[in-house]
């Protein structure tokens, strides 16, 4: 039997619960089993947990439906747990090194307890000093093992569930298992520590909780408020049959009472059914009420007696005019000139125009990426659409004819983003661009992440001091109302970086169906036009951006790697967007491609790829091509950027530290040999889950035209996909 079972209820953080689990196996104390409770077995989280239970024997997963809420996901962990004693985890929490270690020897010393209460952190999902808010609460309990009569403030409401560390035996003689609905910490608080006989604390923070952007979702307006009476009621109910001491339902009393007064404050949280809160909390507190209870002093006894009482308009008069919440001032559009800034106030009173679409693409660069291909489809399956694309004055030339486009900070340009009603970018539009009630706007990024990305990047000095405010970088990612996503690892990854309220388009890249769709003639005609000499093998080398550099630096001695790889080697070289000059560096045998506006043309030309750690990898991964990553620099670019994986264990082909391996590989052709092979067929299963050709489609019936999402086409399966032919391929033919 081990020493803990660690229960981890996952629903809603698959992005983060990896860090969790984490967390506990790493920890010095290994004698425990880990229980991830997932909402079904195809869950997202489901995923995650099964990696690691295939790879520690310590991982036992466990189902338990999403409609059964957190409670049903504790009670299911603990139905599964064996260990001696029980601990719970948030999905997006983390326990502390060292943890598990100190509470074996507090149990050790206070043998038998029931419960023992820990001190945890509470940490600002991004700005603010962490707090230790159970700290003043534990300092006054005794040193060792006590009965509850001997404390008798610690009564388990003030309390979250992960606090502690439970018995097992002791919950399943006393049947104690989580109240249904929402406030479930309060009545298993409540409810353990009515039935515990001995208890203990450990003065040691154990659990870092992770404030969630969103806050929690208990503070939420709904019905689901008054679920907080059904809490209580069942807690003093249970009290009152257990024989409690005065002094211990005197401080159970209080301190329930006080988190019902906290909600019957605070009118924006109880959107409908105020009256009938107020009046059952009142009949609550008087049928319950200890005899000869005192009520506190000052503004908070007045409030006590108002609620005896039952005097809610008099408690709305105390109250309501006070809690009206501060609002943070949206964002205050700033064009440029004062004519535009009045003009554009004006323009966000007029109608959204509902057939009025804007695109950008890499701020501004020109029609390129998810947005082109977004707007290519919306042509096709929404011309009622109009369509406006927005560029920087220097691209402007470069925009194909038939587009229509308007110049990013111009009079027209404002106008545009007033009025429409779908905004799509890869990247973010303005910061002064106010979000419009009913207008929708779609995030399509522009890669799959392996580097860090949004507010991830903000343990890392070198790049937070390049990425600027990542406060105004949330508000922009507020605006959001759809964001795509081309595998899960990117969809969890982003739920990370970009913490928000939109919803995940796990529908793929737009940008990529062109992989699937393009003909051995389209193949032909882009190398002609790039300038591959016939019966050349074509290396697309695209090296990624290092934070760390100040400037292109290719990394690799190109016309020495061509001698040394073989005679028919040309390359093709991509340097990133942001070192896009607009002029080529062509010599000998390197092509320079940088320029050219569309990197998918520039990845159905190549035979293969060469890169570092650049997101292209995932795009051409999905031509099943061969992919080799020269990693001369791994270890510094993992420990300035941070990475998501270990590129070096799943790599989607050969890896290579040197130039001297990098030419022998394709000497020798392994480049493109079995292992190779195998390693690709891994990665791409991972990385080209929903990227199938129909993306774009996806994209404008959901979005545009308003299609359920049980009418979007589903997901081709990866090997019945039939990615564009090689020219290698094209030449054997």
Same mark, same amino acid.
């Not at 951006?545 to 292109?552: A, E, L, N, S």
């Given at each position: 039997?081990?020493r803990?079972?660690?229960?981890?209820?996952?629903?809603?953080v698959?992005?983060?619960?990896?860090?969790?689990?984490?967390?506990v196996?790493?920890?010095?104390?290994?004698?425990? +089993?880990?229980?991830p409770?997932?909402?079904a077995?195809?869950?997202?989280? !489901?995923?995650?947990?099964?990696?690691?239970?295939?790879?520690?024997?310590?991982?036992?997963?466990?189902? @338990?439906?999403?409609?059964?809420?957190?409670?049903? !996901?504790?009670?299911?962990?603990?139905?599964?747990?064996?260990?001696?004693?029980?601990?719970?985890?948030?999905?997006?929490?983390?326990?502390?090194?060292?943890?598990?270690?100190?509470?074996?020897?507090r149990?050790?010393?206070?043998?038998?307890? =029931?419960?023992?209460?820990?001190?945890?952190?509470?940490?600002p999902?991004?700005?603010?000093?962490p707090?230790?808010?159970?700290?003043p609460?534990?300092?006054?309990?005794?040193?060792?093992?006590?009965?509850?009569?001997?404390?008798?403030?610690?009564?388990?409401?003030?309390?979250?569930?992960?606090?502690?560390?439970?018995?097992?035996?002791?919950?399943?003689?006393?049947?104690? @298992?989580?109240? =249904?609905?929402?406030?479930?910490?309060?009545?298993?608080?409540?409810?353990?520590?009515?039935?515990a006989?001995?208890?203990?604390?450990?003065?040691?923070?154990?659990?870092?909780?992770?404030?969630?952007?969103?806050?929690? *979702?208990?503070?939420l307006?709904?019905?689901?408020?008054?679920?907080l009476?059904?809490?209580?009621?069942?807690v003093?109910?249970?009290?009152a049959?257990?024989?409690?001491?005065?002094?211990?339902?005197r401080?159970?009393?209080?301190?329930? /009472?006080?988190?019902v007064?906290?909600t019957?404050?605070?009118?924006? $949280?109880?959107s409908?059914g105020?009256?009938?809160?107020?009046? &059952?909390?009142?009949?609550?507190?008087?049928?319950? $009420?200890?005899?000869?209870?005192?009520?506190p002093?000052g503004?908070?006894?007045?409030?006590?007696?108002?609620? #005896?009482?039952?005097?809610?308009?008099?408690? &709305?008069?105390?109250?309501?005019?006070n809690?009206?919440a501060?609002?943070a001032?949206e964002?205050?559009?700033?064009?440029?000139?004062?004519?535009?800034?009045?003009?554009?106030? $004006? =323009?966000l009173? *007029?109608p959204?125009?509902?057939?009025?679409?804007?695109?950008c693409?890499?701020?501004?660069?020109?029609?390129?990426?998810?947005?082109a !291909?977004?707007?290519?489809?919306?042509? +096709?399956?929404?011309?009622?659409?109009?369509?406006? /694309?927005?560029? +920087?004055a220097?691209?402007?030339?470069a925009?194909?004819?038939?587009?229509?486009?308007?110049?990013?900070?111009?009079?027209?340009?404002?106008?545009?983003? #007033?009025?429409?009603?779908?905004?799509?970018?890869?990247?973010?539009?303005?910061?002064?661009?106010?979000?419009?009630?009913?207008?929708?706007?779609?995030?399509?990024?522009?890669?799959?992440?392996?580097?860090?990305?949004?507010?991830?990047?903000?343990?890392?000095?070198?790049?937070?001091?390049?990425?600027?405010?990542f406060t105004?970088?949330?508000g922009?990612?507020d605006?959001?109302e /759809?964001?795509l996503?081309?595998?899960?690892?990117?969809?969890?990854?982003?739920?990370?970086a970009?913490?928000?309220?939109?919803?995940?388009?796990?529908?793929?890249?737009?940008?990529?169906?062109?992989?699937?769709?393009?003909?051995?003639?389209?193949?032909?005609?882009?190398?002609?036009r790039?300038?591959?000499?016939?019966?050349?093998?074509?290396?697309?080398?695209?090296?990624?951006?290092?934070?760390?550099?100040?400037?292109f630096?290719?990394?690799l001695?190109l016309?020495a790697f061509?001698?040394?790889?073989?005679?028919?080697?040309?390359?093709?070289l991509?340097?990133?967007?942001?070192?896009?000059?607009?002029?080529?560096r062509?010599?000998?045998?390197?092509?320079?491609?940088?320029?050219?506006?569309?990197?998918?043309?520039?990845c159905?030309?190549?035979?293969?790829l060469?890169?570092?750690y650049?997101?292209?990898?995932?795009?051409?991964?999905n031509l099943?091509r061969?992919?080799?990553?020269?990693?001369?620099?791994?270890?510094?670019?993992?420990?300035?950027?941070?990475?998501?994986f270990?590129?070096?264990? +799943?790599?989607?082909?050969?890896?290579?530290?040197?130039?001297e391996?990098l030419?022998?590989?394709f000497?020798?052709g @392994?480049?493109?040999g079995?292992?190779?092979?195998?390693?690709?067929?891994?990665?791409?299963? $991972?990385?080209?889950?929903f990227?199938?050709?129909?993306?774009?489609?996806?994209?404008?019936?959901?979005?545009?035209?308003?299609?359920?999402?049980?009418?979007?086409?589903?997901?081709?399966?990866?090997?019945?996909?039939?990615?564009?032919?090689?020219?290698?391929?094209?030449?054997?033919?």
């Amino acid at each position: 039997m081990p020493r803990f079972s660690i229960i981890v209820p996952s629903h809603g953080v698959a992005g983060r619960l990896s860090q969790a689990l984490d967390s506990v196996l790493g920890q010095s104390f290994g004698d425990l +089993e880990l229980i991830p409770v997932c909402d079904a077995p195809d869950a997202p989280a !489901a995923a995650v947990a099964a990696g690691y239970a295939e790879r520690d024997s310590r991982v036992t997963p466990v189902n @338990s439906p999403p409609s059964d809420g957190l409670s049903g !996901a504790r009670n299911a962990g603990m139905q599964a747990a064996t260990g001696a004693y029980v601990l719970f985890l948030d999905g997006d929490d983390l326990l502390l090194p060292g943890a598990l270690a100190a509470l074996d020897a507090r149990l050790t010393e206070t043998a038998g307890v =029931d419960v023992l209460h820990v001190e945890h952190e509470r940490t600002p999902w991004w700005e603010g000093e962490p707090s230790n808010p159970a700290a003043p609460l534990l300092a006054g309990a005794p040193k060792g093992a006590f009965a509850p009569d001997a404390f008798c403030e610690l009564t388990g409401v003030q309390l979250p569930a992960w606090s502690a560390a439970y018995r097992r035996t002791f919950l399943t003689e006393r049947q104690l @298992s989580f109240p =249904d609905s929402h406030f479930t910490d309060l009545g298993w608080g409540g409810l353990t520590t009515i039935a515990a006989e001995r208890i203990a604390v450990l003065r040691r923070v154990v659990v870092r909780h992770r404030l969630r952007r969103q806050g929690s *979702r208990l503070n939420l307006p709904g019905a689901h408020q008054h679920a907080l009476l059904d809490q209580v009621e069942l807690v003093l109910t249970r009290a009152a049959g257990s024989g409690l001491s005065a002094e211990r339902t005197r401080a159970l009393f209080e301190q329930l /009472f006080t988190h019902v007064l906290k909600t019957a404050s605070r009118p924006e $949280r109880l959107s409908s059914g105020r009256r009938a809160f107020f009046r &059952r909390a009142g009949r609550l507190y008087r049928r319950h $009420r200890p005899a000869g209870y005192r009520v506190p002093g000052g503004s908070l006894g007045l409030q006590h007696r108002l609620l #005896a009482a039952g005097a809610y308009t008099a408690f &709305r008069a105390l109250r309501g005019a006070n809690q009206a919440a501060a609002r943070a001032a949206e964002g205050v559009p700033r064009p440029r000139m004062l004519r535009t800034r009045l003009r554009y106030a $004006r =323009d966000l009173r *007029r109608p959204l125009d509902p057939n009025l679409a804007v695109y950008c693409a890499y701020w501004g660069r020109g029609y390129a990426c998810n947005p082109a !291909a977004i707007h290519a489809k919306a042509r +096709e399956l929404a011309p009622h659409i109009r369509s406006v /694309f927005l560029v +920087e004055a220097d691209q402007a030339h470069a925009m194909p004819k038939d587009v229509d486009h308007a110049v990013i900070g111009s009079r027209r340009s404002w106008e545009l983003l #007033a009025r429409a009603t779908y905004l799509v970018n890869n990247a973010n539009f303005a910061e002064g661009v106010v979000k419009r009630p009913g207008s929708v706007h779609v995030q399509t990024q522009h890669g799959t992440p392996l580097k860090t990305m949004g507010v991830d990047q903000s343990t890392y000095p070198v790049v937070a001091a390049q990425s600027g405010s990542f406060t105004k970088l949330l508000g922009r990612v507020d605006r959001w109302e /759809f964001n795509l996503s081309s595998n899960r690892h990117s969809t969890q990854m982003w739920e990370r970086a970009f913490p928000g309220a939109y919803e995940h388009l796990e529908y793929g890249y737009p940008r990529n169906d062109v992989y699937y769709t393009a003909t051995a003639d389209d193949v032909t005609r882009i190398r002609h036009r790039l300038g591959v000499p016939e019966g050349k093998t074509a290396l697309l080398y695209a090296p990624t951006h290092r934070d760390h550099h100040t400037g292109f630096e290719a990394g690799l001695d190109l016309e020495a790697f061509c001698e040394a790889a073989g005679e028919d080697v040309v390359v093709l070289l991509r340097a990133h967007y942001f070192y896009d000059r607009g002029r080529a560096r062509s010599s000998g045998r390197i092509i320079d491609v940088t320029a050219h506006r569309s990197s998918e043309d520039v990845c159905l030309a190549a035979d293969a790829l060469v890169t570092d750690y650049s997101s292209i990898m995932f795009d051409y991964a999905n031509l099943d091509r061969p992919i080799v990553v020269y990693a001369d620099d791994w270890e510094v670019y993992r420990e300035t950027r941070g990475v998501y994986f270990d590129l070096m264990t +799943e790599p989607p082909g050969p890896v290579a530290r040197t130039p001297e391996e990098l030419a022998r590989l394709f000497r020798d052709g @392994s480049y493109a040999g079995p292992e190779a092979k195998a390693l690709r067929a891994a990665f791409r299963e $991972r990385f080209c889950q929903f990227d199938d050709g129909l993306a774009a489609e996806r994209v404008v019936r959901r979005v545009l035209l308003g299609e359920p999402p049980e009418a979007i086409p589903p997901v081709i399966p990866l090997a019945e996909r039939i990615p564009a032919p090689a020219a290698a391929t094209l030449v054997r033919s």
